[in-house]
C-alpha cells in the first residue's frame, strides 16, 4: 500500500542528545515536510523539501536539521539545541511542488526525559 | 501571527444532529482551503477541500462553505456519528504555497 510510514512511533531521549525521526513515502510525491504538534498550537512547520537535495525552512526551524538525499527520504535530527523538544511529530509530503493536500505519517511522539 | 483561526477548541454534539466548525483567516491572498480530522495518536486525514472560486463545496455528510467577504469558511457534517469524534484543522494556502493550519476543535458527538 502507498504511504507514508514514520519511525520510531515513540522515542525518549536525554536532555542534550540528538534524535533522528525517520520519514519515508512510496507515493512518488516530490515536496516532502516535517510539522510539530503542540496541545492547542495546530500544526506548525518545521522544515520542507519540495525537490532532492534542497529544503527550506520552516516557522519554527531553530534546533531542528534535515536531509533531502533521495526522493523517498526526509529525516528530521532533533539536535540538543532545541529546547523544549517534546512534541508530536508529523511528516507529510505532497504530490504537488506547493503544498495541495498533504498526505500525513502516523507521527513519531518525543518525549525529553 | 496565526493567520488561520478556529476560535472555539472544542464542540459537542449530540448523535444525529448538525456539527458546525468555524474557520477564520487573515490572509486574502489566501486561495485554497481544506480541512482536516485527527484521531489521537495518529497522523491527520484530508476531509474535504474548496477552492476561492467556489462557496460551497459537498462531500457526503460533508460540506464546506466559504464567505470571501467574511475571510470565513466553516464545515458542517450532517448527521454527526460517534465516529466523527476527533480534532478537525482548518489549513489554507495561497497560490499553492505552503499550507497554514489552525489550531484545531476538539469535536465530541455524544449518544
Known amino acids: 500500500d502507498g504511504g507514508i510510514t514514520q519511525s520510531p512511533k515513540y522515542l525518549f531521549r536525554k536532555e542534550g542528545q540528538n534524535v533522528t525521526l525517520s520519514c519515508e513515502q512510496n507515493?512518488?510525491?516530490?515536496?516532502m515536510y516535517w510539522y510539530r504538534q503542540d496541545p492547542g498550537q495546530g500544526l506548525r512547520l518545521i522544515y520542507y523539501s519540495q525537490i532532492v537535495n534542497d529544503f527550506q525552512k520552516g516557522d519554527i526551524a531553530e534546533g531542528y536539521s534535515v536531509s533531502r538525499e533521495k526522493k523517498e527520504s526526509f529525516p528530521l535530527t532533533v539536535t540538543s539545541a532545541q529546547k523544549n523538544p517534546t512534541a508530536f511529530y508529523l511528516c507529510?509530503?505532497?504530490?504537488?511542488?506547493?503544498?495541495?493536500?498533504?498526505?500525513f505519517g502516523e507521527g513519531s511522539r518525543l518525549t525529553v526525559l | 501571527d496565526q493567520q488561520v483561526k478556529q476560535n472555539s477548541p472544542s464542540l459537542s454534539v449530540q448523535e444525529g444532529r448538525i456539527s458546525i466548525l468555524n474557520c477564520d483567516y487573515t490572509?486574502?491572498?489566501?486561495?485554497?482551503f481544506l480541512w482536516y480530522k485527527k484521531y489521537p495518536a495518529e497522523g491527520p486525514t484530508f476531509l474535504i477541500s474548496i477552492s476561492s472560486i467556489k462557496d460551497k463545496n459537498e462531500d457526503g455528510r460533508f460540506t464546506v462553505f466559504l464567505n470571501k467577504s467574511a475571510k470565513h469558511l466553516s464545515l458542517h457534517i450532517v448527521p454527526s456519528q460517534p465516529g466523527d469524534s476527533a480534532v478537525y484543522f482548518c489549513a489554507a494556502s495561497a497560490n499553492w504555497g505552503k499550507l497554514q493550519f489552525g489550531a484545531g476543535t476538539q469535536v465530541v458527538v455524544t449518544p
Open positions: 490572509n486574502s491572498m489566501f486561495d485554497y
Open positions: 507515493l512518488n510525491h516530490d515536496a
Open positions: 507529510a509530503s505532497s504530490g504537488l511542488a506547493g503544498a495541495g493536500e498533504l498526505f
